[in-house]
């Protein structure tokens, strides 16, 4: 298997070479392109009961696409939004945490199951569980904007915008904290924020979508 991403950081796409008998796995409606040596195949990913749990508390869809090569042939994806897209090998030894709407293809051995945020994720954004990607292998993960990685040292802590986290690695320590004292969570604009804490690799975004969209409702309320 062979790949390369192309057209980055703002418009990035996925462009994976398969030999006879290679699979990818993506998620649903992130394919742009395939050649004719190629077939797809839909169906829930690491079994029925785990993909309903995927689905109801991760946000992700219930089906993965299955592309198999039966002869030498390409597969290409694309991100919902404009931005980049970034690998991360998995060895085993380690996971990655996900936010869901990031996720967009992954090879090899690799389950894909939900991360409990519990309360403090319902603080921070209205969700209560991440994506997890672990096993052997690799994943893909988008980004609304480039993708900046972090590797933190033991102990280094560091704040992340809600919005603007991708992913991280499984077993790092996180935390919800309010923004600054009371006026600056009042008046800074930011709110909550997380604490992460090293060591591991952490995955940003450059963009938050959130802005936007509040741009858009105004726009759309004028035009009323």
Do not use: C
């Not at 950081?9 to 998620?27: H, Q």
């Amino acid at each position: 298997m062979e790949w390369v991403v192309e057209h980055r950081p703002s418009y990035s796409i996925l462009k994976v070479k398969l030999n006879p008998g290679e699979r990818v796995y993506a998620e649903p409606g992130a394919m742009v392109y395939m050649s004719s040596g190629v077939q797809v195949e839909t169906k829930a990913h690491g079994g029925i009961v785990k993909s309903l749990l995927r689905t109801a508390l991760a946000g992700e869809s219930f089906f993965i696409n299955t592309y198999y090569a039966r002869e030498p042939g390409e597969a290409w994806f694309a991100p919902s939004l404009p931005g980049d897209i970034s690998y991360v090998e998995l060895k085993g030894d380690k996971g990655l945490v996900i936010q869901d709407t990031s996720y967009i293809a992954h090879h090899g051995d690799v389950n894909l199951t939900t991360a409990w945020r519990g309360l403090r994720g319902l603080i921070a954004e209205g969700e209560l569980v991440w994506l997890k990607a672990e096993g052997k292998g690799g994943v893909w993960i988008s980004s609304y904007g480039a993708i900046e990685e972090v590797n933190l040292k033991p102990g280094e802590k560091v704040l992340v915008d809600n919005f603007h986290f991708v992913a991280m690695d499984d077993g790092i320590k996180w935390d919800v904290k309010a923004f600054g004292g009371v006026k600056s969570f009042i008046l800074g604009g930011e709110g909550f924020v997380v604490e992460v804490t090293g060591p591991g690799r952490l995955y940003v975004q450059t963009r938050s979508l959130s802005p936007l969209i509040e741009v858009i409702s105004k726009y759309l309320g004028r035009r009323k």
